[in-house]
Each structure stands twice: as structure tokens, then as C-alpha cells.
């Protein structure tokens, strides 16, 4: 049986690749993964390919370890895998939760790293990964350090993974946009966070996913749509690290 497996599904770029993927018509069944059980429910029933709901929270191992029992129990070929689940926390490090900042380590950083060793070998060639980073992950950014931080590890690991995963016709996608108009901006700012004022244009979680299988269908390493995601990684080019870093703090999540 060939399938899709898509986290972070019940909202934002991880529910948009989950309808673009139904709509291709190439799997046998999307594994819709995601906490909120009532969503997923909601877009299977928009659904055309079959679709297995698994209700799970990714911070916590128990749950890549279901996943890995589920592969292991039928003949499954995986045609795509989207590593999608993801949040992030805007503000001052000092002021934000810790226990939520390592929730968001574990997520963003830990979770992928163990869904990525868990499936692939449950990949041929021509499968294909595309996991959801930021061009928040191109330089260091004050009042969102850790997030940032995150996506920056995300992008070097899939970068090596890649490298290695060629030989076995795997490829891989690096998603990296800019600001997207999903449910990811209203809980990155929460109760105390910042309002984004530069680089702050928007693109549709629609447009984002189109051109990254445009990009996937071509072989590129990097999907990056819109004017504003580029400019914003040309600025990460050009300025230092710490320049990068007060320019976000100081202008694009200034404090008022």
C-alpha cells in the first residue's frame, strides 16, 4: 500500500498539503497526523483517498513509537513524508515560558529527527520529504531566538539528511517561507508576544505548498515562495549574525 504521511495536519501548511495531496490522486491513503482529533475528522470528510487519523501529540516518544508499530504492520510504501507540526513563541527568552520553549524544541527539532529515522526505510525511490522550515531559520533573530533557532537546526539537518538519502533516490524539500496567514501567528504572539512590522506581507498557505511541489517535482533542495520570504533571506546574507539578530528585535518584532 502506498502512502502519504502529513503532521501538523489539522491546520496551516500541514493541512493544505494534506488537500493538495488527495487532490493528485497518487497514494492509496494519507495518514492525517495532529492532536486535535475533531479537525482531522472534519478534512477526511472533504476527502477523496482514504485517510488514517492518528490523534497524537509528537513532543512525546510514545507516539513516533505507534507510527513506527503501524509501518511495521503491513507492507506500506511511503510516496511522501510531511513534517509540517510546528510552533513558535515570539517575545523576550527570558520572559517566555520554559516549559513551552522546550515543548517547542522537542517538536520542532526532536520530533522530526525521530519520524525522520522511523520512516525511512518504509521509502523507495522516488519518495520525497518536505519538511516545513522558516526564513526565520536563515539568521539569528532577537525576540524569537529559540524558534529561530529551531528552524535553523531543521534546515541543516535536512540539508545532511539529503546528502545521504540521494543515493537511495530519496529526495528531499526544504520549505521555507516567510510570514504565511495561518493559526501559527496569532499563537507565536500569545498574550505577550510581538506584532510583526517588517517583512511582515503574508502568503497563502495555498501558494506556499503549490510552489513547493512544483519544486519537489523538479528536484530543488529549497522551495521559497514570494518576494518578501527572499528579501528576507538576503538580508540574513548580508548582515552579521548580531546584526541580524538587533534588527529583529529592534525593528521587525519591536516591542511597540
Not at 63 to 81: F, H, P
Amino acid at each position: 500500500m502506498k502512502i502519504a504521511i502529513v503532521t501538523g495536519a489539522s491546520s496551516g501548511i500541514g493541512k493544505e498539503f494534506a488537500f493538495q495531496i488527495d487532490r493528485q490522486r497518487n497514494c492509496d491513503e494519507i495518514w492525517l497526523i495532529a492532536r486535535r482529533e475533531d479537525r482531522l475528522r472534519e478534512m477526511a470528510a472533504q476527502m477523496t483517498t482514504a485517510t488514517r487519523l492518528l490523534v497524537l501529540d509528537l513532543e512525546h516518544n510514545d507516539s513516533i513509537l505507534a507510527i513506527e508499530s503501524l509501518l511495521e504492520s503491513n507492507n506500506y510504501e511511503i510516496l511522501s513524508v510531511v513534517n509540517a507540526a510546528g510552533f513558535g513563541l515570539n517575545g523576550d527568552f527570558c520572559e517566555l515560558n520554559r516549559r513551552e520553549q522546550l515543548q517547542m524544541i522537542d517538536l520542532n527539532c526532536r520530533a522530526v529527527v525521530s519520524l525522520t529515522h522511523t520512516v525511512i526505510p518504509f521509502m523507495k525511490k522516488g519518495s520525497r520529504f518536505y519538511n516545513i522550515s522558516s526564513i526565520a531559520g536563515a539568521a539569528p533573530l532577537g525576540a524569537f531566538a529559540l524558534y529561530g533557532a529551531s528552524k535553523s537546526f531543521l534546515t541543516s539537518f535536512s540539508v545532511g539528511i539529503a546528502s545521504e538519502i540521494s543515493e537511495l533516490g530519496i529526495g528531499m524539500t526544504i520549505v521555507t517561507p516567510g510570514s504565511v496567514d495561518t493559526e501559527f501567528q496569532q499563537r507565536s504572539r500569545g498574550k505577550n508576544g510581538r506584532k510583526k512590522k517588517m517583512f511582515a506581507s503574508k502568503a497563502t498557505a495555498c501558494e506556499v505548498v503549490t510552489q513547493a511541489f512544483l519544486d519537489g517535482k523538479r528536484g530543488k533542495l529549497f522551495s521559497i515562495y514570494g518576494t518578501t520570504a527572499r528579501l528576507g533571506l538576503l538580508v540574513g546574507k548580508i548582515l552579521t549574525p548580531f546584526q541580524s539578530a538587533r534588527l529583529a528585535y529592534t525593528k521587525i518584532y519591536p516591542k511597540k
